[in-house]
């Protein structure tokens, strides 16, 4: 009898301040790694998963999405989510786990990646939520900021927004979406990016620069200028990785041009 081979999709969300990203790595905790070792004690076998998104540490995620393979292996799939909940540490929980084709690949299928970065402005400093957003000390442009994130939308070279210790030679991303609000008491602004793929650093570059230009220390050009150039040196700092989190993964269904929603946030 054939063993039956199930290709499970989990939709993860974590708070990454303990950790050294998402990528398992040597001597440094990651989720990467706490999540595969909690399976594998689950299933009773080493199990690998694959992330959707490699983030930094300190980077937070609400909607990441991994996929691993089961054979023959008794727990519903649906299970898996509460087991693995029950499991992990509580800075780590995954919110659903649904089957999927053999071929579905959590990175290498997505189509859309979304970001969300906080800055707070406010005053007081706000201690209980210190880890999960920027506190900056000064009043920001929101208009000059979305006047500035315009010019990130279609397709570039984005060089002059990575890292030099990103080696890709294709630096061409596809921007959909980029634009900031305001809380509802105006003392948080959220700034919304999405894309095909991100370079290493890309938004922390890119949100480090449009908080220069918020200070008005730069026109709103100056992105159309960094693209240009694809000189790193021309940017902003990078902004701090505890700001950032990675909201959303996006996928194509199969045989449909409609986007699988199972791993909205809103949908969970």
Sequence with gaps: ???EIRNIKLTIAYQGTRYSGWQRQKDTPTVQETIEETLSDIVGHQTKIQGASRTDAGVHAEGQVANFLVESCPIPTE?????????????IAVRESV???????ASGTAIHKTYIYRIYTG???????????????YPLDLNAINAAAKFLIGTHDFQGFTSAKDTRENAVRSIMNAHAWWSADASELLFMIQANRFLYMMVRNIVGTLVEIGRNRWPAEKVAQIIASQDRTQAG??????GLCLKVVEYLKNSA??????ARIGDK
């Design 1 to 3: 009898m054939t063993a």
């Design 79 to 91: 299970a898996f989510a509460a087991i693995l909940s029950g499991k992990l540490p509580p800075d």
């Design 99 to 105: 089957e999927v084709p053999l071929n579905f690949h």
């Design 123 to 137: 005053h007081p400093k706000d201690v209980q939520l210190y880890n999960l957003r920027w506190q900056v000390e």
């Design 237 to 242: 700092p990078t902004a701090p990785p505890h």
């Design 257 to 262: 041009s409609t986007l699988d929603t199972q």
